[in-house]
């Protein structure tokens, strides 16, 4: 993962400290879970609490709303801010048995080609990345034959966009909506949606 910044322990360095005996922690469903940070629509950051209660509720939202399960094999692409809402995925993947693939950035062609190699099945991006790689030249090269379903949000994309986007990636678009005071997910637009659009 590289150094530790200063002050602070490396992750090899708590792993090597860390115990193999599983803890035993009682919780219950009022207790925080997570300070999920937002600066939402005034630009003001602001700490939206969720409770254990909430995170388990989230979990079966996702599992419940996704067009395709994710399943043991199958590797979700974490191109944003883990502690943007699409971080949330990481709980119904892991849940499943699904694989992560972090990225410490985004770079379009660079991108292309992580997500052919690392037969990458579902990803999440905002709008302005989608329309990147529309104008990447590698994307007419890249074998993206392995990915499932590609879901978009946090900003509006232009109708246009969308359909070149269906054109070129195939019928596996998704939209989300969300808040963050809400574990994120409030409505979305499946693959059938925008099928029917």
């Given at each position: 993962i590289g150094p530790a910044a200063e002050a602070y322990s490396?992750?090899?360095a708590l792993l090597a400290r860390a115990s193999a005996a599983m803890p035993n922690v009682q919780v219950s469903s009022d207790d925080l879970?997570?300070?999920h940070f937002s600066s939402g629509s005034t630009g003001k950051i602001k700490a939206a609490m969720h409770s254990v209660g909430n995170r388990l509720a989230s979990l079966r939202k996702l599992l419940v709303g996704m067009d395709t399960l994710p399943r043991p094999g199958d590797r979700l692409a974490l191109v944003g801010p883990i502690t943007h809402a699409s971080g949330m995925?990481?709980?119904p993947f892991l849940y499943c048995g699904a694989t992560l693939v972090l990225f410490d950035a985004f770079?379009?062609?660079r991108f292309l080609a992580d997500l052919e190699r690392q037969?990458?099945?579902?990803?999440?991006?905002?709008?302005?990345?989608i329309n990147m790689l529309l104008n990447e030249p590698a994307l007419a090269r890249t074998d993206l034959s392995a990915l499932k379903s590609l879901s978009y949000g946090a900003a509006p994309m232009a109708p246009a966009r969308i359909q070149e986007a269906w054109a070129r990636f195939g019928p596996i678009l998704s939209q989300?909506?969300?808040?963050?005071e809400s574990t994120s997910g409030v409505t979305r637009l499946t693959?059938?949606?925008h099928a029917y659009a």
């Open positions: 490396g992750y090899e879970a997570v300070l995925l990481m709980q770079e379009p062609a037969r990458v099945t579902h990803v999440f991006m905002v709008p302005a990345m989300g909506y969300g808040a963050s693959v059938a949606d």
